[in-house]
């Protein structure tokens, strides 16, 4: 589980940032973003990286020109990534296609994909250079909804990061985005998967009524983690950690998915390190696809936001204290939640609460895109030595977020990549407490002094 170095310095010549726009007219209207679009808590950019190889069969092909024009082809059927969002009465989130277009990098690097090491993974060297925040471009509202930056490296592979306005798609969604525009850049003519908006399929009844607990809003004052001292590491969850959590699984629970066990094991963990005051509530949200759970399923080609945060909530005396099933239970039970009717009282919840942030205050979120299909984004170099988030953390609170990403070691074993995000003091306690725990060990967690500051968020 070592976790990976941010050592290797490099520079990065950059162009000026240009605009995309879609290669063909395309409709002039507006189009409304549902009402799990457009919450709070989905009013940020999110980062995604990507690593490509050399490909001596493409050695004649410029990646930033093939991906370039790619762009501009693809944007004709997704023509609502070309525009750009606008607020209406009570916050209502609206896309103004009016074909400006995505914000795009051309840039140079002088090191080699070898460089970074084997170990592909967050938190990445000079991420701010490979993903460059262009001043003024980073507002929620009337700016470009996509920036890409496609970085030539020394050895002829490259390097495509990418940011999103998260209210417009999750990782489904901007996954089946980049597969396009890897189709049209290996010179298809139409699209496996063609788009829907269909975004009135998660938008709240008239008149909207909650039926559903829906805990992850709650209105709580309290504590949250400091970050003005954050370390970001990552850690590998390989065939060998995995079965050496799976032995701590009580029998009736031996059933659980590995997102499951490894979001027990990390909150469990994740609290110990924090130390809050063990009678107050600690959460766990986990990210939830809601598309199988409509009948019939969400269409094909639906990219809005489409999952739920439903949460689990222990006393963080008894989550420390107790054994990894007793989280473990919890985590499988807040997951269970999530059916249609869920979603449709959570859409209704938005446009009665005035569309809230979910609550951060003691919470840890863990999303996982192990099936997300980053890396499977195919330019005409092949698949993606590492595709996925840049880094964790992200979001309105930073070290709130962490998640689970496909990965395969040096040794070629694969696994799950986790990068986290805590206090330094924290992260020390951390390390050795999910030694302890893949080791068979118990840590004493009593006596260390809470890392937490008061707050009202």
Known sequence: MAASSTSLVFKVHRREPELIAPAKPTPHEYKLLSDIDDQEGLRFQIPVIQFYRYDHSMQRKDPVKVIREALAQTLVFYYPFAGRLREGPQRKLMVDCNGEGLMF???DADVTLEQFGDALQPPFPCLEELLYDVPGSTGVLNCPLILIQVTRLGCGGFIFALRLNHTMSDAAGLSQFMSAVGEMARGCLALSIP?????????????????RKHREYDEVEGTIVPYDDMVHRSFFFGPTEVSALRKLVPQHLDKCSTFELLTACLWRCRTIAIQPNPEEEVRIICIV??????????PLGYYGNAFAF????????????????????LVKQAKNDVTEEYMKSLADLMVIKGRPHFTVVR???????????FGDADFGWGKAVYGGPAKGGVGAIPGVASFLIPFKNKKGEAGI????????QAMEI????????????????????SIFVSSSL
């Open 363 to 373: 919470s840890y979120l863990v999303s996982d895109v192990t099936r997300a299909g």
């Open 289 to 298: 696809n809601a598309r199988s759970k409509f009948d019939p399923s969400l």
């Open 195 to 211: 788009p829907l908006w269909e975004r009135h399929l998660l938008t709240a009844r008239d008149p909207p009524r909650v039926t």
């Open 105 to 107: 990098i051309e840039a």
């Open 430 to 449: 951390f390390v050795k407490e999910l030694d302890a725990v893949i080791q068979g060990k118990a840590i004493d967690g009593s006596g260390r002094k």
């Open 417 to 424: 990549v986790l990068p986290i995000t805590l206090p330094a």
């Open 310 to 329: 439903p949460v689990a909530v222990s006393q963080a005396g008894k989550l420390c204290r107790n054994p990894l099933g007793y989280s473990l239970e």
